[in-house]
């Protein structure tokens, strides 16, 4: 046999074996950004249609939220039925869409809120706020003024913080629309010993 021969041939199962390497290491890599694709695909579908994060950044909806609380915000309810109220919602602040809030839907289409005395008035009658510390007092603002009664119009609703005292909602800036309403929060995964879905109780 010619020693030629038998180097050549060496040579030869060399360079297969290394591009036998390189074609299996370039289909891991495929593959790898094959699944990065699909995998980033569906959390994005999942984030614009289905759920979303949040942190609480603030007080105003203390007691019920706290400064740092991680939420999940689900985004398939208001799709197929209309916000009730006492729901808790995350909103794109109406007057700067770059930030979102987390307030409580008070009144929904319909209804005619009045703030008087501290106290808030829902058609007439003195609302029950069962989710507020008692003796909680609520301020009338530049839009709900004290003792002016307003009505909500279609796809109007009013929405205010837990925390009277520290939040910026419809007393001051008015109603919201539904298309502004990013979902309904509805459980808290942040910290461990707040662990829980979130109520309108």
């Known amino acids: 046999?010619?020693?030629?021969?038998?180097?050549?041939?060496?040579?030869?199962?060399?360079?297969?074996?290394?591009?036998s390497f390189f074609e299996k290491l370039k289909g891991y890599f495929i593959e790898f950004f094959e699944t990065i694709v699909v995998v980033g695909a569906i959390f994005a579908l999942i984030y614009l249609f289905v759920a979303q994060f949040h942190k609480v950044s603030?007080?105003?909806?203390?007691?019920?939220?706290h400064d740092g609380d991680f939420l999940i915000t689900e985004k398939i309810t208001y799709k197929f039925s209309q916000p009730k109220k006492g729901e808790i919602i995350v909103?794109?602040?109406?007057?700067?869409?770059?930030?979102?809030?987390?307030?409580r839907i008070i009144a929904?289409?319909?209804?005619t809120i009045k703030i008087?005395?501290?106290?808030?008035?829902?058609?007439?009658?003195?609302?029950e706020e069962v989710y507020l510390p008692p003796g909680t007092r609520s301020r009338s603002g530049s839009f709900l003024t004290e003792g002016s009664a307003i009505k909500a119009g279609n796809n109007q609703?009013?929405?205010?913080?837990?925390?009277?005292?520290?939040s910026s909602d419809s007393r001051e800036w008015g109603s919201i629309t539904k298309e502004e309403i990013i979902g309904k929060a509805f459980f808290r995964y942040w910290p461990p010993k707040s662990l829980g879905l979130l109520t309108d109780k």
């Open 157 to 166: 609703y009013f929405v205010f913080g837990d925390n009277r005292n520290h």
């Open 116 to 127: 008087e005395n501290n106290n808030v008035y829902l058609n007439g009658q003195l609302l």
């Open 58 to 65: 603030g007080l105003s909806m203390f007691p019920t939220m």
């Open 1 to 19: 046999m010619n020693p030629n021969n038998y180097a050549e041939d060496n040579l030869l199962y060399g360079d297969i074996q290394r591009r």
């Open 91 to 103: 909103l794109k602040n109406p007057r700067d869409n770059s930030q979102d809030f987390i307030k």
């Open 108 to 111: 929904v289409p319909g209804d």
